[in-house]
């Protein structure tokens, strides 16, 4: 898969907290990104009690420059995402940061935990983007974000979150991974 990517394949790989992500450790590290243990929760940068729905917007300055969200000539630049849960990357020396964790952020081992009992993850990523060879890959922290799901008030989040731009990150990744923005 490594070769492949690196011979002009494009990968979007999306992990999650618990099994899932222990489960693609071992090709994330293969390209070079680094998935944490637990989950991360940001009462700075978070939607109002739920510290685990991590909002990324211009205006926190917590979405990084790329052009996945950054916009084009015909669309504009990405304002507020929301991310759910999830674990924090870190990638190669060249990995652009699409969404950054906030100076907040903290991975806990589970939900309900007290944020101040968790590991400091600020800095680091819930998205990024590389090119490896003449391949590009993205990895997002976040299952939702590349699927419309409710929670158990029926709230919708990810895809369908109402006030986001969800489903405009993933076609951002989606054309910068075809190469239809260069």
Known sequence: VVQWVENGGAMLIAVDDGPPARGVRGLTAR???????????????????????LVFSRENGLIGEHTIVDGGDDRPALNRVVSVGGPALSGPADAVVLLRLGPSAVAVSRLGVSPTSGTPVPGLARALAFTRGRGRVVVVADTSLLTGLADADGQPYGLGAAGTQTDRFLRGVMRWLARVDG
Do not use: N, Y
């Open 31 to 53: 390209l070079g990104v680094q998935v944490s243990d637990g989950i991360v929760v940001d009462v700075g940068h978070s939607e109002p009690r739920a510290p685990e729905r």
